[in-house]
């Protein structure tokens, strides 16, 4: 059964870091590009990150250049999300997936996905 779970969200301050992962179940993570999307209240999917399958290229949106980092561990079926110098305007619900390309504009098409772990940046 193909399953992506996210892990490591949580409450941060701003300037904080976080460090999001996601396991990858069911099938073989390295053939696909995987990334990172958000979700903010109110606001539509976005993509924030993705890395990609065969190139290693990494894609960041203009909002985290600089402080998210994304990255995958091959073995261990994992993939990160290392998030630095967090902002309030960086709360959401972080999605991991694995979107059809990298880049790839908004809205991104994906053919896995995972439920999500909430990220609240706020003082």
């Known amino acids: 059964q193909v399953q992506l779970v996210e892990s490591g969200g949580g409450l941060v301050q701003p300037g904080g870091s976080l460090r999001l992962s996601c396991a990858t179940f069911g099938f073989s993570a390295d053939y696909y590009s995987v990334g990172w999307l958000r979700q903010a209240p109110g606001k539509e999917r976005e993509g924030v990150s993705c890395?990609?399958?065969?190139?290693?290229?990494?894609y960041y949106t203009d909002s985290v250049k600089g402080r998210f980092t994304i990255s995958r561990d091959v073995a261990k079926k994992m993939v990160y999300l290392q998030m630095n110098n967090l902002k309030p305007e960086d709360t959401g619900v972080y999605y991991c997936?694995?979107?059809?390309?990298?880049?790839?504009?908004?809205?991104?098409?994906?053919?896995?996905w995972g439920q999500g772990t909430q990220v609240t940046v706020s003082s």
């Open positions: 890395l990609g399958s065969s190139d290693g290229y990494e």
């Open positions: 997936a694995t979107p059809l390309a990298c880049p790839m504009d908004d809205p991104w098409e994906y053919h896995y």
